[in-house]
């Protein structure tokens, strides 16, 4: 919320010089000018289809906004944004269907358009890009030497879940050996928003792992009858004394 608070002082300033930077100069300065200018959320997550986008308002002294409509690209209304004070709002179901591209891909995004209507009788018509992404974001363990005597470190598998309205219900961890493995479900106890996962103390029995073997982690988070999908990789690495053979893959995301 601070951020969102820096940015709203910063707007403000910027317009009561007239000036707002980006890659388009005339469309600013014209934004600028009208007395006010609307700005959408840049990014939600695949499980964000019916919650409230966010549009942060920026106006003039004297000045409202009276109507804001969101068209498509073509021009075509799609919704009617709900206005309360420096914000508006539409829900994200109007954008249509979450499936982009030839392979139907989750993730993507969305090109719609602002037609507002100001108080001082003047219009404003921009074009954003919303962007469709995973709720679930993964840090990084590229590798991790199979005999543990031999870290300096543990390896910590960090994971987040964030939406911007969805209220996710689980979140489900699985995991596999080779990328022709079988996933099984993992009873790790996880945190619906934050987490570690310590790769250097998993059991390497348990896991049936070997030297140079490949370990497969899946996490799906539910909302609803929705899911959000992601997959990551650790290289059990040989040590010099070691001669075990694995398949040595390396990463993969969904």
Same mark, same amino acid.
């Given at each position: 919320?601070?951020?969102?608070?820096?940015?709203?002082?910063?707007?403000?300033?910027?317009?009561?010089?007239?000036?707002?930077?980006?890659?388009?100069?005339?469309?600013?300065?014209?934004?600028?000018?009208?007395?006010?200018?609307?700005?959408?959320?840049?990014?939600?997550?695949?499980?964000?289809?019916?919650? /409230?986008?966010?549009?942060?308002?920026?106006?003039?002294?004297?000045? &409202?906004?009276?109507?804001? @409509?969101?068209?498509? =690209? #073509? !021009?075509?209304?799609?919704?009617?944004?709900?206005?309360?004070?420096?914000?508006?709002?539409?829900?994200?179901?109007?954008?249509?269907?979450?499936?982009?591209?030839?392979?139907?891909?989750?993730?993507?995004?969305?090109?719609?358009?602002?037609?507002?209507?100001?108080?001082?009788?003047?219009?404003?018509?921009?074009?954003?890009?919303?962007?469709?992404?995973?709720?679930?974001?993964?840090?990084?363990?590229?590798?991790?030497?199979?005999?543990?005597?031999?870290?300096?470190?543990?390896?910590?598998?960090?994971?987040?879940?964030?939406?911007?309205?969805?209220?996710?219900?689980?979140? /489900?961890?699985?995991?596999?050996?080779?990328?022709?493995?079988?996933? &099984?479900?993992?009873?790790? @106890?996880?945190?619906? =928003? #934050? !987490?570690?996962?310590?790769?250097?103390?998993?059991?390497?029995?348990?896991?049936?792992?070997?030297?140079?073997?490949?370990?497969?982690?899946?996490?799906?988070?539910?909302?609803?009858?929705?899911?959000?999908?992601?997959?990551?990789?650790?290289?059990?690495?040989?040590?010099?004394?070691?001669?075990?053979?694995?398949?040595?893959?390396?990463?993969?995301?969904?």
């Amino acid at each position: 919320m601070k951020l969102i608070k820096n940015i709203k002082l910063i707007g403000l300033s910027l317009l009561a010089f007239g000036v707002y930077s980006c890659d388009d100069d005339e469309t600013v300065i014209e934004t600028a000018d009208v007395g006010g200018y609307a700005t959408p959320i840049s990014t939600i997550t695949v499980l964000d289809q019916a919650v /409230d986008i966010p549009i942060d308002l920026f106006t003039g002294s004297g000045v &409202s906004f009276q109507s804001i @409509e969101v068209q498509d =690209e #073509e !021009g075509n209304t799609l919704t009617t944004a709900t206005i309360s004070g420096d914000e508006a709002t539409f829900n994200s179901s109007s954008l249509g269907e979450f499936s982009f591209g030839e392979d139907n891909a989750p993730t993507g995004s969305f090109d719609v358009r602002l037609v507002s209507q100001l108080s001082n009788g003047k219009t404003l018509d921009d074009g954003f890009s919303i962007n469709v992404g995973h709720a679930i974001s993964l840090g990084e363990v590229e590798e991790v030497p199979f005999d543990p005597g031999n870290e300096e470190e543990d390896a910590l598998l960090e994971y987040n879940v964030e939406t911007v309205g969805a209220t996710v219900d689980a979140l /489900d961890l699985e995991w596999k050996v080779g990328s022709e493995g079988t996933y &099984s479900v993992d009873d790790t @106890e996880l945190d619906l =928003e #934050e !987490g570690v996962i310590n790769i250097s103390s998993l059991d390497r029995d348990a896991y049936n792992l070997s030297p140079g073997d490949t370990l497969y982690y899946r996490f799906t988070a539910h909302s609803g009858e929705l899911v959000d999908q992601v997959e990551t990789s650790t290289i059990f690495t040989e040590s010099e004394e070691d001669d075990g053979e694995g398949d040595g893959e390396d990463d993969a995301s969904l």
